[in-house]
């Protein structure tokens, strides 16, 4: 059985703003970042769709610590969105300056960007077709 | 199924990066353990060992046929487990499920971890493996960053204000640095204060520098043996009653539990069902305190507290000695240390020497009869043993 929404799908679609998702032919429910299942359901019977990119902010944080390589990018902010359609995902904010960012932003609404980041990679992270690019992340703004 | 028992334990102080190398704190805690089994090497049937980055750390893969080699115990079968900070607790649940079935009369289990000599920002990037590499991890995520955004989701979900729940994770990590004061296998040896927590530099926020683990050297080791065999060799066999394992998929994908891991509840019930007890039969507990939120969020789901409530038990002393639950009175990894593919089997051996009475007087709890540990790996590979008094 072929993997229904690949990574190198979901990443070239991401890098131009479109959020891909899986709607589950069984249960209704999405699933984002996909996967070979539903979410929810474990199905495997699932259709891809584009997902709305709109969502609120269910908690974050501030990182000072980088990885190896990835000191030019300290500070930044991650987020984890629940979609308007439901699942969570992972994600930078970008509209705001790290250094200001409180338990305020908890519950605010966010969409995704005009321009997602990619992280190129580095001598770690997955090589291959499917990352040649790099590898972009879901970059919120506030709505 | 037959009884289990752990009957020889060892275990190198976990230190700041070590002079020696992987297989060396290997063949060092494992000869340890197989002399205080009164066994010689020749004696163990098989090895299980944790291990997550050896191959960063020393360009070495293949640890576990190196390691079985180095003590001399030629030719057993040798398996290396990887489950990020619950390797080795998987290695001893893996190993008791062989002698308990039957299969092994006596192995060895645990294992060895040199994070420390790979320095910070390499450590954090291979730590960081542990997070899924295509969806999350190119985000920045770390470690730090994980339970960072846990503990705002903690105190947004439970209506602790933030400043509350970081005086209750300061309290955590004050214990800790309290008890491995006097642990002579820890990494450190200060007490420190609540004002020296809020006042460390800001790492993922709201996590500061003393809210975190070190990166760690050192390696445990146990012998298990089945029951007819264990009580041959020791008369202070301590059982393994219960074990519990589970896994997860990525950190959003978790998100109908979060803050809570759901995989640890999942293991935990399998773990106490299997022994036949509550969490309030526990005497001692090792939790995976990798961070000082972390152990508000396991105490929680391990069953010592309500939800939203876990701080309290540092609060109120309860996770002291002569406490309701004492916990990590070994200092836990953020005082004792967390060489990962080592800490699970640590565990297994603190709560051995608890009950035998072989620990620094400062830090001896009395009466222990039942213990738990708790090692929580990655996003969420979770893995909790049962330990009981055999004598």
Redesign the interface.
Same mark, same amino acid.
């Given at each position: 059985m072929s993997y229904r929404l690949t990574?190198k799908e979901f990443?070239n679609a991401l890098k131009k703003d479109k959020l891909l998702g899986l709607k589950c032919h069984d249960c209704g429910q999405f699933t984002c970042?996909p996967?070979m299942a539903c979410?929810e359901c474990s199905s495997t019977n699932l259709d891809i769709v584009e997902l709305s990119g709109t969502g609120k902010i269910?908690?974050?944080? =501030? *990182? &000072?610590?980088? *990885?190896?390589?990835?000191?030019t990018?300290v500070p &930044?902010t991650?987020v %984890?969105v629940?979609l308007d359609e439901g699942?969570?995902? %992972?994600?930078?904010l970008t509209n705001i300056d790290p250094n200001k =960012?409180t %338990?305020e932003i908890?519950?605010k609404r966010v969409k995704l960007g005009p321009r997602s980041k990619?992280?190129p990679g580095?001598a &770690? *992270?997955?090589g291959g077709k499917e990352?040649e690019t790099g590898?972009?992340?879901?970059t919120f703004v506030f709505a | 199924m037959r009884r289990v028992a752990v009957v020889g334990t060892g275990h190198t102080p976990f230190t700041f990066a070590a002079e020696k190398s992987s297989v060396e704190l290997f063949s060092e805690a494992a000869i340890d353990a197989t002399n205080e089994a009164n066994l010689k090497p020749r004696d163990i049937q098989a090895l299980f060992i944790g291990n997550v980055l050896g191959d960063f750390s020393e360009g070495q893969l293949m640890l576990q046929s190196y390691c079985a080699d180095d003590i001399g115990a030629f030719y057993i079968p040798s398996t290396r487990f990887e489950g990020g900070c619950a390797s080795s607790a998987l290695a001893v649940r893996d190993a008791f499920v062989w002698v308990a079935s039957g299969f092994y009369d006596i192995v060895l289990a645990g294992g060895v971890e040199t994070a420390a000599k790979m320095g910070t920002p390499l450590a954090t990037r291979t730590f960081a493996m542990g997070h899924d590499s295509h969806y999350e991890y190119p985000t920045g995520l770390t470690f730090p960053g994980l339970f960072a955004m846990l503990a705002h989701l903690y105190s947004s979900k439970y209506n602790t204000p933030l400043k509350r729940l970081k005086e209750q994770m300061a309290l955590v990590s004050v214990q800790s640095h309290q008890y491995g004061l006097y642990n002579h296998l820890a990494q450190f040896h200060k007490e420190i204060t609540i004002e020296d927590v809020l006042h460390s530099f800001m790492v993922c926020s709201p996590l500061q520098l003393y809210d975190c683990c070190p990166f760690s050297d050192g390696a445990a080791m146990v012998v298990l043996a089945a029951e007819e065999k264990a009580k041959e060799l020791t008369d202070k066999p301590v059982y393994i009653t219960g074990v519990g394992q589970s896994s997860s998929g990525k950190l959003s994908s978790q998100k109908d539990y979060l803050p809570r891991i759901r995989a640890r509840e999942v293991s935990v019930k399998q773990a106490y069902d299997m022994a036949g007890i509550k969490p309030e039969d526990v005497d001692l507990c090792e939790l995976h305190d990798c961070f000082s939120i972390a152990s508000i969020i396991a105490s929680e789901s391990l069953g010592f507290a309500e939800f939203g409530k876990g701080g309290r038990l540092w609060e109120n002393a309860d996770a002291a000695i002569g406490g309701k639950i004492p916990t990590n009175i070994s200092g836990g990894l953020k005082s004792k240390g967390h060489p990962i593919g080592a800490t699970g089997a640590g565990q297994v051996c603190e709560i051995v020497h608890q009950m035998r009475g072989q620990v620094e007087p400062e830090r001896q709890v009395e009466g222990v009869d039942i213990g738990l540990t708790d090692t929580l790996g990655g996003d969420g590979v979770v893995c909790n043993l049962v330990l009981q008094k055999g004598w």
């Open positions: 990574f990443n970042p996967k979410q269910v908690t974050f944080t =501030v *990182s &000072y610590v980088a *990885s190896e390589g990835r000191e990018e &930044y991650i %984890m629940e699942p969570w995902i %992972m994600g930078n =960012v %338990m908890i519950g990619v992280f580095d &770690y *992270s997955i990352a590898l972009a992340r879901p | -």
